[in-house]
């Protein structure tokens, strides 16, 4: 089984429409992190979590909350979708060293 | 603004000759240095870590670090078609606990 998952896989949405997408980890690890990735834009970050009680901002967080429900989960919500956050969205975790990533959701708003 | 630099390609290599993939980096005080491999479309997948100056080996892949000059590389050794992907150069800036990542460079191996 996958260390990191998330769900959905793909998912096609409409503008102003709420969507969660969720990430599970059975790493262990304390920290989990929420990227999306843009063509030519590389991997930007959303939110990231140290743990239960830690929830921070990254770089691009406007238009997006998270909850991060356990040591093992770690959900991100848009909570009124919008076409410019068509992307590549990716759940990640550490262990203080480098990141593991999940196999990504496809997001498309229309 | 911390910044990681990468080419961003393509780089085209022969089968079986070495690829060697850069990157700078901006703060001279970084402490933790990754390379990711992404194949179109897949996540990015973790294949090399560096934390002191010098060569760190792994199988055909090799990391060169050089703090002085604020700069890492992934050396590929006996390239293979399977090598073709986007490689991801990260750094752990000092005192900050993400990871910045650069846009990557597309290699591709040509038989």
């Known amino acids: 089984d996958a260390d990191v998952t998330q769900t959905p896989r793909n998912r096609i949405t409409k503008t102003g429409k709420r969507i969660m997408l969720e990430c599970s980890q059975t790493?262990?690890?304390?920290?989990m992190y929420w990227y999306r990735q843009d063509p030519g834009l590389g991997l930007r970050l959303i939110y990231y979590?140290?743990?239960?009680?830690?929830?921070n901002k990254g770089e691009i967080s406007d238009g997006y909350s998270v909850s991060r429900q356990a040591q093992a989960k770690f959900s991100l919500s848009l909570e009124s979708a919008i076409p410019n956050q068509t992307a590549l969205y990716f759940c990640?975790?550490?262990?203080?060293?480098?990141?593991?990533f999940g196999p990504g959701t496809r997001l498309t708003v229309t | 603004q911390k910044e990681v630099e990468q080419n961003s390609g393509p780089l085209s290599v022969p089968e079986g000759a070495i690829a060697s993939l850069n990157c700078t980096y901006s703060?001279?005080?970084?402490?933790?240095f990754f390379w990711y491999r992404q194949y179109s479309g897949k996540s990015p997948e973790l294949i090399m870590s560096i934390y002191s100056n010098g060569d760190k080996e792994d199988g055909r892949f090799t990391a060169q670090l050089n703090k002085a000059s604020q700069y890492v590389s992934l050396l590929i050794r006996d390239s293979q078609p399977s090598d073709s992907a986007t490689y991801l150069c990260?750094?752990?800036?000092?005192?900050?606990?993400?990871?910045?990542f650069g846009t990557g460079t597309r290699l591709t191996i040509i038989p």
């Open positions: 990260a750094v752990n800036f000092f005192g900050n606990e993400k990871l910045t």
């Open positions: 990640a975790t550490s262990d203080s060293g480098g990141q593991y």
């Open positions: 790493k262990g690890h304390d920290r």
């Open positions: 703060d001279r005080g970084s402490q933790s």
């Open positions: 979590s140290f743990d239960v009680k830690d929830i």
